[in-house]
């Protein structure tokens, strides 16, 4: 048997023999249920007759920590049948800062002729750190990039609850 396959099987035993054990990057020991609040206020602009508008009120949570260092929460609602706002908040437990999370936001304004439609035409992206035991509140509009004036307002806190 060559030095080299020697080690190879070799290197095995001595780990189990010594109780060494793999632990992930992550392994600080703390856990997050983030939570994220708040709603959405769409408009579907119209050229002829009134515009049609509603709210989408949404909670929920996630959990991140030493063995799911992402997770995701979605939610969207539409207006008028053919308007349809979309958030995805991706968040990353953080190695670099034990207790912080990192929250990517994902919003989205899809018009089209129902509320299914994959017609894109409005996009916003950002991210933002939270600390342990805090909140980051986030308020800002999406516009129709493509046609007319159609919007969707967000406006959400998204709250670190750390253990």
Request: charge should be negative; proline fraction near 2%; glycine fraction near 12%.
């Amino acid at each position: 048997m060559s030095r080299l396959s020697t080690f190879a099987v070799g290197l095995p035993v001595a780990v189990l023999a010594t109780g060494l054990t793999a632990a992930p990057a992550f392994a600080h020991g703390n856990y997050h249920n983030v939570e994220v609040s708040g709603s959405l206020y769409l408009v579907d602009d119209e050229s002829w007759g009134s515009n049609e508008t509603g709210w989408h009120s949404f909670t929920g949570a996630v959990t991140v920590g030493d063995w799911i260092t992402q997770n995701s929460y979605s939610t969207n609602g539409c207006v008028g049948g053919e308007v349809r706002g979309e958030l995805r908040v991706t968040v990353d437990d953080s190695a670099q800062y034990p207790g912080w999370v990192l929250a990517h936001v994902d919003a989205r304004l899809y018009e089209g002729t129902s509320c299914g439609t994959g017609d894109l035409d409005g996009h916003r992206a950002l991210s933002r750190w939270v600390a342990a035991g805090a909140s980051e509140h986030f308020q800002f509009r999406v516009h129709n990039d493509d046609e007319g004036g159609d919007f969707v307002d967000f406006n959400f806190n998204v709250r670190n609850h750390t253990h």
